[in-house]
């Protein structure tokens, strides 16, 4: 009897002791530490159903929302005075800074890493980059400046002046197939165009004019420029007349693009354009103070940066109750801004990366924002870093008739599951377990006759059914 009346003793000591030391935890510590063991499984699947560079489940037009906001007005490191052009360079987001007379570097997060430091330029208006060469357009000093990688200036095009070769108040730069250099020249009404080398034993590297031989084209104050690849053309807006033109290669004139504002009534003022992988046009509009976004037959698919592109906002727009609207006007209609964070005043540079993020220079407002179009890409990052409530909400806006919207479905049970694992209670675990049984159930269903073959997902998503059968 004594020697198990010992081990009686010693156990009732042992849980004594345990409940002790557990009382000395705080609540909210305990339930981390139970979070943490319990999050440590999340699964991610790796597929070939998804690429993130050409994500399959874009939208169009008012599916863009504001996802980030880099800068404010002022002088300091990470701040602009009139913020004028941008483009990505090697994962880095450049800004030409106009006001200030610099070009700052940031990451893809809006955190700012630099000023560029680039020897002669004075005044920048433009920053590009060619075949491994950057072109930074200086309007104070009239030039075109060319670095190599290791910012060592090895070309200047052009200078003050008139003349042939020469500039005033150069704008844009941009460089055809063939290598060749064309400025647009704002003050000369005129489009220089340059070689990289000097040839035909000429003393500097101008080429020719576009319009040089041809008296019936008239620019007015040229400005964006645009080589378009897959159509062989160059694209100029002409500030003068409000209009985007377009060019051969030889400088032959083609017209105007196709006319992109079908609406007489409205007034368009292009400030810059951009096309991107899928040959959507983009266009910076002063008058509407958005970036009117058009498809390639020049079908409009909406217009970003305004308030009013979220659905709720038209709903609240008809209504004669002020009070309403007021309250709308404070809740979050982006998954981390308030709506109106959207509106843009005069926005000028544009770039669109290759996940179709919509980079925007906001001149009146002193800012950049970028405008995200990708839903998927945005839900996984939550799901990653175990926000499953955020990454359900934006897993839910893709696009259901897109084919792949398995994948959807699929991560849409993974994050029902694995909050029914964090539920305290039995109630609310057993909701959560319901939710990713449907969503399961239907992906084990679509396999069973054959429309979904990934066999990573079959079997995972099996897996976890049997897991949440039993609750049901």
């Known amino acids: 009897m004594r020697p198990l009346m010992y ?66 007005r002022g002088n300091s490191p990470g701040q602009f005075l009139l913020p004028i052009d941008l483009t990505l360079i090697e ?45 930074v357009v200086d309007k104070k000093s009239s030039a075109v400046y060319v670095y190599d990688k290791n910012h060592k200036l090895v070309r200047t095009l052009g200078e003050q002046g008139v003349r042939k070769g020469q500039l005033n108040s150069p704008g844009s730069v941009a460089l055809d197939d063939r290598g060749l250099i064309w400025v647009s020249d704002e003050n000369n009404n005129r489009i220089e165009v340059f070689t990289f080398d000097k040839m035909f034993s ?16 008239y620019l007015r104050s040229p400005k964006g420029l645009l080589w378009v690849d897959h ?28 006319d992109y504002t079908q609406d007489k009534s409205k007034v368009f003022m292009p400030q810059s354009i951009f096309v991107d992988s899928y040959n959507n046009l983009y266009v910076a509009d002063h008058m509407s103070h958005r970036v009117l976004k058009y498809g390639v037959e ?16 038209h709903a609240a727009e008809s209504t004669s109750d002020n009070d309403l609207w007021k309250s709308l006007r404070k809740t979050p209609q982006t998954s981390y801004f308030l709506f109106e964070d959207s509106e843009m005043s005069f926005p000028q540079g544009i770039y669109v990366d290759k996940g179709g993020d919509v980079y925007v220079c906001d001149w009146g407002n002193n800012r950049v924002k970028k405008f995200s179009l990708s839903f998927f890409r945005k839900a996984l990052k939550f799901y990653k870093d175990f926000e499953f409530d955020k990454a359900i909400e934006n897993f ?49 269903l679509k396999s069973e006759i054959g429309k979904f073959r990934n066999d990573e997902i079959r079997d995972l998503s099996l897996y976890y059914l049997s897991r949440v059968r039993s609750y049901q």
């Open 202 to 217: 000429k003393e500097t590297e101008y080429f020719m004019n576009i319009g040089e031989y041809q008296p019936n084209v």
């Open 7 to 72: 081990v009686l003793l010693c156990f009732l000591f042992l849980i004594l002791n345990i409940n002790l030391h557990c009382e000395d935890l705080p609540l909210h510590s305990m339930l981390d530490t139970r979070m943490q063991r319990k999050i440590e499984s999340v699964v991610l699947v790796k597929t070939e159903d998804y690429d993130q560079n050409y994500d399959n489940f874009r939208g169009n037009g008012g599916d863009y929302e504001l996802e980030l906001i880099i800068g404010g």
């Open 396 to 444: 839910k806006k893709c696009d259901p008739s897109n084919s792949k919207y398995q994948l959807v479905e699929f991560y849409l049970a993974m994050c029902h599951y694995y909050l029914g694992q964090l539920a305290a209670s039995f109630e609310a675990k057993l909701e959560q377990y319901r939710l990713a049984f449907g969503y399961l159930q239907g992906l084990k």
């Open 298 to 313: 020049g079908n409009a698919l909406g217009e970003i940066g305004y308030s009013g592109q979220y659905s709720s906002v």
């Open 231 to 258: 159509k062989k053309q160059m694209f100029a807006i002409d500030s003068g007349t409000a209009r985007i033109l377009k060019f051969d290669k030889n400088g032959n004139y083609l017209g105007p693009v196709q």
């Open 91 to 135: 994962n880095e987001v450049y800004v030409v800074d106009f006001g200030n007379q610099r070009i700052q570097v940031f990451d893809r997060q809006g955190q700012y890493q630099r000023i560029l430091e680039l020897p002669e330029v004075n005044q920048p208006v433009q920053i590009r980059i060619f075949n491994n060469y950057i072109y």
